[in-house]
């Protein structure tokens, strides 16, 4: 991530992907060309101890992702699963 920070056209927000005012401001403010979608409850084992959490993280925020997308001329979208999981 310090990497990262090094490009002036790098930003890095901290939030819940469940607020989707929070996507919607971001995207509208910075027009990206690509939008890479990395967050996610990782683990079996945390959505049986954590089912509404993991609801909310996965689904509800990987909805909130598709809905806030598609109001952008974004030409490229990377959408990554690091957990099974997820799906």
Do not use: C, W
């Amino acid at each position: 991530l310090n990497k990262l920070k090094e490009y002036s056209n790098f930003h890095d927000y901290k939030g819940q992907i469940e607020n989707i005012k929070l996507l919607e401001n971001i995207f509208s403010e910075h027009k990206p060309n690509v939008v890479i979608h990395l967050a996610a409850q990782a683990g079996v084992r945390y959505s049986l101890v954590n089912p509404k959490k993991y609801y909310e993280t996965n689904l509800k925020g990987f909805n909130n992702f598709a809905t806030a997308v598609p109001k952008l001329p974004v030409p490229r979208i990377i959408i990554f699963f690091p957990s099974i999981g997820v799906l």
